[in-house]
């Protein structure tokens, strides 16, 4: 019993940590005042030709303002060394017309349930696992529970997971 509470006790934080990360963007013509945006600008090669692409750099922050000028703050993390991390906030301005998309971060409620239930399916089959009961331990044959099937389920909901979330 102690060992599913400590499964637990570590996987409900994990769940809830999760959950809040999953975003999905669309696009749109005007982003609203306070809402994080992405913004991808053209960018000049230094090589072109009838057949090389346009590349784009994507900006991605918070939408101070919005107009002929499209202001975004942004988060900018350096690292110095092991344990030194120093953030740096700038102020972006793009102008309208040399914007090729604007898109808008929206909280995903289907992709978080889809992980929730992903992240609560796997602690329920590692609680099994630790207790010993019919999905760590059983018979020898296939179909009779055992480490085998133990490991068919689990790769079984990895690989839906995955299938889910690939964009």
Do not use: W
Not at 104 to 112: E, L, M
Not at 142 to 166: D, N
């Amino acid at each position: 019993m102690h060992k599913i509470r400590r499964v637990l006790s570590l996987a409900v934080p994990g769940t809830a940590f999760l959950l809040s990360g999953c975003y999905t963007y669309r696009l749109v013509e005007e982003p609203l005042v306070g809402s994080v945006a992405r913004v991808r600008v053209p960018v000049e090669a230094a090589v072109t030709g009838p057949g090389s692409p346009a590349g784009t750099v994507a900006l991605e922050g918070l939408v101070v303002s919005a107009g002929d000028t499209l202001a975004l703050e942004a988060e900018t993390r350096q690292f110095a060394g092991t344990s030194r991390e120093v953030l740096r906030y700038d102020t972006l301005r793009v102008a309208r017309d040399g914007v090729a998309s604007i898109e808008v971060r929206n909280f995903s409620v289907v992709r978080s349930v889809t992980l929730g239930a992903g992240v609560a399916a796997g602690t329920v089959a590692l609680a099994l696992a630790a207790l010993g009961t019919e999905a760590g331990e059983g018979g020898e044959g296939p179909g009779e529970g055992g480490p085998e099937s133990f490991a068919a389920t689990f790769s079984i909901v990895v690989g839906t997971v995955a299938r889910l979330f690939r964009r």
